[in-house]
Structure formats: structure tokens, C-alpha cells
């Protein structure tokens, strides 16, 4: 989103540019005010500075929420108590523009989760364990929660694997 920088999809790996910014952007704004908790789980401690923001705003120029990452490879963010940056103005957060992580530059961020959650001790997608044969397919959006209709466009979990709902000549189909 800002500074030029690399996200290396296989493994979870961003690398800012100086005072650079990765993340995810919601032009019409993300409504999470039902969750509780913002989980942010690091294949490993970094060292870049790192910070993950949270914008309700459509600008990357105002004030964001922020939360030092230090060295932390874990991180449980109550999102009812933040609060914009030196302000005590509270994050709206029924609509969020962006998210992600602001660091220093040129140091890995290696990223294993992040998920919206109403369990602190939640953990990410990445432990789901397949369903056991016979029985039909569980399926998860990305948020862990368990769904039971896939919708066109949308990626889930099922059976440990990432799978993109989409539509031939009026057929569903997924592929992984």
C-alpha cells in the first residue's frame, strides 16, 4: 500500500520498503464490529519495527490504530479498547479501509495468520484438520468459522486446503 516492498504468498513473507506498509484494502470498508479479538500470529519474531495498523478511514494519511508487534510472535488485539493513534478517540470499527503491517524496511515480517475471532485462544486456519472419510467435507471461511453455504468468488478451507468458489456454465465448482 505504501513504499515499494515484496509478499512472498508461500511463505507468509513481506518485506517493506523504508517506512513502507503491507496490507489489505477495503474500498467500501470492512464492517467487524461483531468480532472481539484480532489475532496476529509470526512464523517468527522479527526485527523490522513492525506494527500492525487498523484504518477507519479511506486514507492512508489519517490517524490508524496501532499495535507494536516488539517480539512477539502472537498477538491478541482486543479491538473494543483501540484507539486511534495519540488520540483517545475510539476506532470505528464498522468500517475498516485498511489493514496490515507498517515497518522500518527491508527486514522479513513472516506472517502465519491473521483472523478476526470471538475467542482469544482461537488459532489459526492452518491447524483445521481435514475431515475424517465418509463424513462430509467441513468447511471454513478465512476467518476460521465454520460455513455451510459457499458463495461464488469467495475463498475457504476444506479438507486443509485453500479453495476458491466459482461457476462454469451454471455448474459450481471449486478448484484448489
Known amino acids: 500500500i505504501w513504499e515499494n516492498g515484496t509478499f512472498?504468498?508461500?511463505?507468509?513473507?513481506l518485506?517493506?520498503?523504508q517506512y513502507g506498509f503491507g496490507g489489505w484494502q477495503y474500498s467500501k470498508g470492512l464492517d467487524i464490529s461483531a468480532w472481539?479479538?484480532?489475532?496476529?500470529?509470526?512464523?517468527?519474531?522479527?526485527s523490522a519495527g513492525a506494527s500492525f495498523r487498523l484504518f477507519d478511514e479511506n486514507n492512508y494519511w489519517t490517524k490508524p490504530a496501532m499495535v507494536s508487534m516488539g517480539t512477539s510472535t502472537r498477538k491478541v488485539i482486543t479491538l473494543s479498547s483501540l484507539k486511534k493513534d495519540g488520540t483517545t478517540t475510539a476506532?470505528?470499527?464498522r468500517?475498516?479501509?485498511?489493514a496490515g503491517f507498517w515497518s522500518n524496511g527491508g527486514k522479513p515480517i513472516r506472517i502465519k495468520s491473521v483472523f478476526l475471532s470471538n475467542d482469544a485462544n482461537a488459532t489459526g486456519v492452518q491447524d483445521l484438520q481435514p475431515a475424517t472419510?465418509?463424513?462430509?467435507p467441513i468447511t471454513y471461511n478465512l476467518?476460521?468459522?465454520?460455513?455451510?453455504d459457499m458463495k461464488k468468488g469467495?475463498?475457504?478451507?476444506?479438507?486443509?486446503?485453500?479453495?476458491?468458489?466459482?461457476?462454469?456454465?451454471?455448474d459450481a465448482a471449486t478448484t484448489e
Open 36 to 46: 472481539k479479538y484480532i489475532i496476529i500470529e509470526l512464523h517468527e519474531k522479527q
Open 143 to 148: 476467518f476460521g468459522q465454520k460455513v455451510r
Open 8 to 13: 512472498d504468498e508461500q511463505t507468509g513473507t
Open 15 to 17: 518485506i517493506t520498503g
Open 154 to 170: 469467495n475463498i475457504y478451507i476444506m479438507n486443509g486446503k485453500k479453495i476458491m468458489k466459482h461457476f462454469f456454465f451454471n
Open 133 to 136: 472419510s465418509g463424513l462430509q
Open 91 to 93: 476506532l470505528n470499527l
Open 95 to 98: 468500517h475498516i479501509y485498511i
